[in-house]
């Protein structure tokens, strides 16, 4: 047997034949003549532990029903300390016993191939691929179609030489199909939160997308992430989710990187959101740690708003982005969440069709459904596997908790202490360093040498870089500070330890002067064991619309102030409101919506990468619709002092209006017959539109032509009057009969009148009409295949929303 072989299939080989007496005689007789790996996983139910909850198997959004065809997320998990070694994870039709391949509903996806991997002797179950401490894997489901009714996932965990399955409880989930009266409903959670008081927790971002990780076609010059942009909210708003459409909000994120249009949406929800989340973007996309630290960024949740959900473009791509929808951080224990960590996959938007990371914009239309990326989806695709592997994880996103605040309600208490150091970035001290000697950043501090309230010690390091004056010395590259383990205070011992200020609460009015409040909580209590009385609360009068008469102009509070626009030395920072009412008068609204002020950081040090300010933005590179900018920045430190790594050029999609569309017609027909028979007369010629002008294209020219003709001429006399008639009628009655003859032998194909247009498809931005000819008569004959229905579109309602 092999070294790596998984450990559930050979430890299922040795415990079987030990748990024998816990089967029937009927039981083993099925196990013996069963041949497949998969009925096996299931004959060894019968050794299952009741009661056993240390383990669970959870469905993304823990939904009840599953739309047939969508994507889950499935995590199985140990609750510490608990671990497992190996497992198993299938997925059966209700009903079915598995030893058949039509028993098993759906498909598994690998999402890291380290860790899962499919079973050999049962393909359609999944398995660790080595045996090692684990506390969670993951894996996508894709659901069935429809009319396969409820489906049940089941997980056997591995444990030294012991197998745990379940029936029914945490290792067992059943889901069922949703049917068509409940199209349209979330699949997101639908309990209420019973957690009291508030939890703040940060959002740590780590990018994994690299030329070194995932080298197809990688974009060297202008790979990056955009900026973050979310919410905490309530189960009354979605941001988005699988299965889902794409507001514009996450179109813009998702195709342009601009968290703009995002915020507005999510601000427009103000009672359902309780923190808008919001962290810079990187350029580029990955860099080590210690050059630049991990974005972040801080929310707080409530028991009304207990979900959050997050989005970043991974850029350049078509509409290609990875996040969190809905993660809710309430427990089932009405308590708080203490750690989440994801690994994340891209996901497509379902609004533009490219299959490569600078694909040329090709919007999706109609619109599809979001979905995450596979393996198989394009040959051209940078994750395409024709194996249909999984796709390597491009970013992983960790949530910790860092403070509750309020009375607190759970039952079960926590595994690990909340207290952490104070956050706020300390203060540098003046740098005497040489100008001559050239350093790397300094590393992140690490860890405490003690871990109680002892005195330790904490080290960082930088590297020499370049030494320009040799009679220079240059100081240590190491640098210590003493240090005490979380939670301790090296002050005196009558001292309390407090947490920082919790965001100002809403003011209380939505007009006038009211009050807001926040909110602090101790830490660290006195060691001489007396009261602390630093106030833990702060109240203050606020303004919201200072005028509120019907005239007036309402808005809402300023939001929270984005980050200082520069790492070091002076920068700018913003906040923003918007208008929630314009003036009942109609006159326009002269409220500001933006507010910025200066914003000071560390001073700045010497680093090797001498560099100027960022140009501004070019041009786009297209005159309409969508293209390309670009800006640069110079080096300006020496060439001696070696390699500089950071980009000088950067480039960002650019959106402007619409380019103009010119009247498009078919060609002339060809001349009537002249409509006299003798003497003057005139032909027409005629052309019809093909696509109608929009955005201020050229207009269409004339359709109908007039040119005169001339017959032979009429002799007069009443005698050649009659004459001329005659020959009229004989030449009609000979032109008849010739058609007759041709119908009989060669049908035609008749049509009907064309029909009206139809309403068009939108109110406003362009949208589409449409009208058809239906055929009246079709030729029986096969050589007349042309005789089809026709149906002809016209751009409407161009002017913009």
């Not at 080290?459 to 590259?477: E, G, H, I, N």
């Not at 809403?506 to 409040?517: F, I």
Request: charged content about 30%.
């Amino acid at each position: 047997m092999s070294r790596l072989q998984p450990l559930a299939l050979r430890l299922l080989a040795l415990t079987v034949p030990l748990v024998a007496k816990g089967f029937s005689d009927e039981t083993l007789e099925k196990a013996a003549k069963s041949e497949g790996y998969c009925s096996r996983i299931l004959r060894a139910q019968g050794t299952r532990r009741e009661g056993y909850n240390e383990f669970s198997l959870r469905v993304e959004g823990d939904p009840e029903f599953y739309k047939p065809g969508n994507s889950y997320r499935v995590t199985l998990s140990a609750a510490t300390p608990a671990y497992f070694r190996g497992f198993t994870l299938i997925a059966l039709k209700e009903g079915k016993e598995g030893d058949k391949e039509e028993d098993h509903a759906g498909t598994f996806q690998i999402i890291d191939e380290e860790e899962t991997q499919f079973m050999s002797n049962c393909p359609v179950a999944v398995t660790e691929s080595t045996p090692r401490r684990r506390t969670r894997i993951q894996v996508f489901w894709t659901a069935p179609p429809t009319g396969t009714g409820c489906v049940i996932l089941k997980a056997s965990i591995v444990q030294k030489r012991i197998i745990y399955f379940q029936d029914e409880g945490s290792l067992t989930k059943k889901i069922c199909e949703q049917d068509s009266a409940s199209e349209g409903v979330t699949d997101k959670p639908i309990l209420d939160c019973c957690a009291c008081g508030t939890a703040k927790y940060r959002l740590t971002f780590y990018g994994n997308w690299s030329e070194k990780t995932h080298p197809k076609d990688f974009p060297r010059r202008t790979n990056h992430w955009s900026a973050i942009i979310g919410s905490s909210h309530s189960k009354n708003y979605i941001l988005w989710e699988y299965g889902g459409y794409a507001s514009e909000g996450v179109k813009q994120v998702a195709e342009l990187g601009s968290p703009v249009k995002m915020e507005e949406e999510i601000r427009q929800q103000s009672d359902e959101v309780l923190t808008v989340i919001k962290a810079k973007a990187q350029w580029p996309a990955w860099q080590p740690l210690n050059v630049r630290a991990a974005p972040s960024a801080e929310f707080s949740v409530d028991r009304h708003r207990h979900l959050m959900s997050f989005l970043t473009m991974l850029g350049p791509s078509p509409d290609w982005n990875v996040g969190l929808s809905a993660e809710d951080l309430c427990t089932k224990d009405c308590g708080w969440v203490q750690k989440v960590v994801q690994d994340l996959i891209p996901w497509d938007a379902g609004t533009d069709s490219g299959v490569t990371y600078e694909s040329p914009n090709k919007p999706t239309v109609p619109q599809e459904k979001i979905r995450p990326l596979t393996s198989l989806d394009h040959p051209q695709s940078p994750f395409y596997d024709p194996e249909g592997g999984s796709i390597k994880l491009v970013a992983r996103v960790v949530i910790e908790r860092i403070a509750r605040k309020g009375e607190q309600c759970n039952i079960v208490p926590d595994n690990i202490d909340d207290i952490v150091a104070d956050l706020a970035p300390e203060e540098k001290e003046e740098d005497d360093t040489p100008e001559t000697c050239i350093y790397s950043n300094w590393s992140p501090w690490s860890a405490c040498s003690s871990s109680t309230c002892e005195k330790g010690k904490r080290m960082r390091q930088r590297m020499l870089k370049a030494q320009l004056d040799l009679s220079v010395p240059c100081p240590d590259t190491q640098d210590f500070q003493p240090c005490m383990g979380p939670g301790c205070s090296d002050e005196d011992g009558s001292t309390c330890m407090m947490s920082d200020w919790i965001t100002w609460s809403p003011c209380s009015v939505s007009c006038g002067m009211g009050t807001r409040s926040r909110e602090r909580y101790v830490k660290q209590f006195p060691e001489d064991g007396s009261m602390c009385k630093v106030p833990t609360e702060e109240t203050e009068k606020c303004v919201v619309n200072e005028e509120c008469s019907p005239s007036s102009c309402l808005v809402t509070e300023w939001g929270e102030w984005d980050e200082c626009s520069a790492s070091c030395g002076t920068g700018m920072k913003r906040r923003h409101r918007m208008i929630k009412m314009t003036p009942a008068d109609g006159s326009m609204c002269k409220a500001e919506t933006t507010e910025a002020e200066k914003c000071m950081m560390p001073e700045c040090h010497t680093i090797p990468c001498l560099l100027s300010p960022w140009s501004e933005w070019s041009d786009c590179s297209v005159t309409c619709g969508k293209g390309m900018r670009t800006r640069q920045r110079m080096l300006k430190s020496a060439a001696e002092l070696g390699d500089c790594n950071e980009e000088l050029e950067q480039a960002e999609k650019c959106m402007l209006p619409e380019c103009p569309i010119d009247c498009e017609l078919t060609e002339w027909s060809q001349w009537s017959e002249c409509n006299t028979s003798c003497g003057k007369g005139h032909m027409i010629r005629t052309r019809m539109i093909k696509i109608e002008p929009q955005f201020g294209g050229t207009a269409c020219p004339e359709t109908v032509q007039r040119t005169k003709c001339r017959v032979r001429k009429c002799l007069r006399g009443p005698g050649m009057e009659k004459r001329r008639w005659k020959e009229a009628r004989e030449k009609r009655r000979s032109e008849q009969a010739k058609k007759n003859i041709d119908s009989e032998q060669y049908p035609v194909c008749r049509l009907k009148p064309w029909t009206a247009w139809t309403e068009c498809s939108t109110l406003c931005g362009g949208g589409i009409q449409e009208r058809y000819m239906m055929v009246k008569k079709r030729s029986k004959s096969t050589q007349f295949t042309s005789c089809k229905d026709k149906k002809e579109l016209r751009a409407c309602n161009v002017h913009p929303c």
